[in-house]
């Protein structure tokens, strides 16, 4: 078999899959329209950042298996386009988890002594010692901002050097947080305590902004701001208002809006430090993913398992065609329940009504809470990690599994549980004897003790 790799990566990448027996070929630099002319020889495509896996270049993979990102983000590749091609979208999740902790840590120092600021004056030729008079960590609070991997890490790290450690995370739990000394608190106060904040949040339609004009003013004056997550989750815009008018004492950067930000106005200013991009960006780090990514496209080709799918459960459920719906229809009860709960999630229940997916709840669990940790996680999450992130991040999950009825064939209902309300979610289908096999199905959403028919309706056979 016949693997591309079409962006720069590491030389351990080329050797395990030439010792794994494939044919590799490494053309970096390609235009769109070459790698279209040539991805029809491959059945392996091997990408970082640079290639832009689109519907067109899909369309023309006639042999193409799998497509491996060495990294975490897929926003390059066309995740939908290869999953109805039954093309398989897999990533090294967690392999520059510590190189951007790292990286946070580094520009966290950096802002509290002011060290880019102070080396470019001195080799400028002064000496001012007064006017760089930075501050100490030492009992400072640092409010994180998604408590994923990265958000952990930093958290660690932070607290070596005695900082006082606060978090705001939509997904983990006080208990679990309090076992990783973290304060978990909600948003606005972590605004109003912090002395240096740091966000580790996906963006979001939820995240766009969410450091904004509204937010720096709850800050305390002279906090400090750090982004090595996404361009956007921090307002440049406001960013910039907080820095000029003295609200903000410093910020560091290494991610924007745009990248790269061309002539930005943030770039000017003196107390802003940035960066580009360099997260992930350490030898460690690039090595670890080359490796990580030959050996799951390995497995993935030769059938030994699959590792790191974006899309693999959709591949998977391909065998089993009658339970795929299903499967959707739980995540996007999941995703429903992540844009409209409202306080700190504590406890999922998970019911299914009928035969069929009884004998499917774990995959149906799964889906439901790959559904709500996509909204709300930024490492990637699938049907083989979403329980794993769940009891590590401390919410407590209830299955329930009831006979089928004479009202409905089967019924998936999501309740859940958070220190603000509880609310209730279904999903149901029934029989028309009128119509023969035909399914019907609606959804039905309200609080845990009254039910009202939402305006969605779906139909399916």
């Not at 963006?203 to 509204?214: I, K």
């Not at 350490?282 to 899309?311: P, Y």
């Not at 459920?317 to 709960?341: F, T």
């Not at 009831?402 to 209730?424: D, F, G, I, P």
């Amino acid at each position: 078999m016949n693997i591309l790799i079409s962006d720069q990566i590491e030389q351990a990448c080329v050797d395990l899959l030439k010792a794994e027996g494939f044919d590799v070929d490494v053309k970096t630099n390609l235009t769109p329209e070459n790698l279209k002319r040539i991805i029809d020889q491959y059945d392996g495509l091997v990408v970082r950042s640079s290639t832009k896996v689109t519907s067109e270049i899909i369309a023309a993979a006639s042999k193409l298996k799998v497509v491996g990102r060495a990294g975490a983000g897929v926003d390059n590749i066309d995740v939908e386009a290869a999953t109805r091609r039954g093309i398989l979208v897999m990533n090294t999740p967690g392999g520059n988890t510590v190189s951007t902790a790292e990286h946070t840590m580094s520009l966290l120092l950096s802002l509290a002594r002011n060290i880019p600021q102070a080396s470019e004056s001195l080799k400028q030729g002064r000496w001012d010692r007064k006017k760089y008079t930075g501050t100490e960590l030492l009992e400072k609070t640092v409010g994180i901002v998604g408590l994923g991997k990265i958000g952990r890490e930093v958290a660690l790290r932070c607290q070596a050097f005695g900082m006082i450690t606060i978090g705001y995370d939509p997904v983990m739990s006080a208990e679990a947080a309090a076992k990783l000394n973290i304060e978990l608190i909600s948003l606005d106060e972590l605004f109003k305590r912090s002395d240096f904040i740091s966000v580790h949040t996906p963006l979001t339609e939820e995240t766009r902004g969410m450091v904004n004009d509204q937010a720096i003013a709850a800050c305390k004056d002279g906090v400090r701001i750090l982004n090595c997550a996404r361009g956007g989750i921090v307002d440049e815009a406001a960013l910039l208002r907080g820095l000029e008018s003295g609200k903000v004492a410093g910020a560091a950067l290494d991610v924007f809006v745009k990248e790269p930000p061309g002539d930005h106005p943030l770039l000017k200013h003196p107390k802003v430090i940035a960066t580009p991009h360099l997260g992930a960006s350490t030898e460690e780090a690039q090595e670890k993913v080359a490796r990580q990514i030959a050996v799951q496209i390995a497995d993935a080709l030769k059938e030994r398992g699959i590792a790191g799918a974006i899309n693999g459960e959709a591949l998977q459920m391909a065998l089993r065609k009658e339970v795929k719906p299903y499967v959707a229809l739980a995540e996007k009860l999941g995703s429903l329940q992540a844009q409209l709960m409202n306080g700190q999630l504590k406890k999922i229940t998970v019911t299914c009504n009928g035969t069929f997916l009884t004998q499917s709840m774990e995959l149906i669990t799964a889906a439901v809470m790959k559904g709500i940790f996509s909204r709300l996680m930024s490492e990637p999450v699938n049907l083989v990690n979403a329980l794993a992130i769940a009891k590590e991040m401390g919410v407590l999950i209830n299955e329930e599994r009831e006979a089928e009825s004479a009202t409905y064939t089967h019924l998936v209902t999501l309740s859940y549980e958070t220190n603000k309300e509880a609310r209730r979610f279904a999903r149901e289908c029934w029989l028309d004897p009128r119509r023969g096999k035909h399914q019907y199905c609606r959804a039905l959403v309200g609080p845990r003790q009254t039910r009202s028919e939402s305006a969605y309706h779906h139909q399916h056979r």
